[in-house]
């Protein structure tokens, strides 16, 4: 969807919304995984615990694209 979107420009409405449902369908199915919301929810109040702690944000990581 990215390599689309950055090849089309201001078309990328309409020409790429075949990658775009694919993404969507994708996005779905981690979001409605029970064990994946667990996971993120546990990163997410261990950041929280440390940040309470520390008073220090931690750096968020860097996430690469499928490009």
């Known amino acids: 969807f990215t390599?689309?979107?950055q090849e089309?420009?201001?078309l990328m409405v309409v020409k790429c919304r075949q990658e775009n449902t694919a993404l969507k369908d994708c996005l779905v199915g981690y979001?409605?995984?029970?064990l994946f919301y667990e996971?993120?929810?546990?990163?997410?109040l261990k950041q929280r615990e440390e940040?309470?702690?520390?008073?220090?944000?931690?750096?968020?990581?860097?996430?690469t694209s499928n490009v």
């Open 3 to 5: 390599k689309c979107c």
């Open 8 to 10: 089309t420009g201001l």
């Open 31 to 34: 979001y409605s995984d029970p």
């Open 39 to 44: 996971e993120c929810k546990t990163e997410y």
């Open 51 to 63: 940040y309470k702690a520390t008073g220090i944000k931690k750096k968020r990581q860097k996430l």
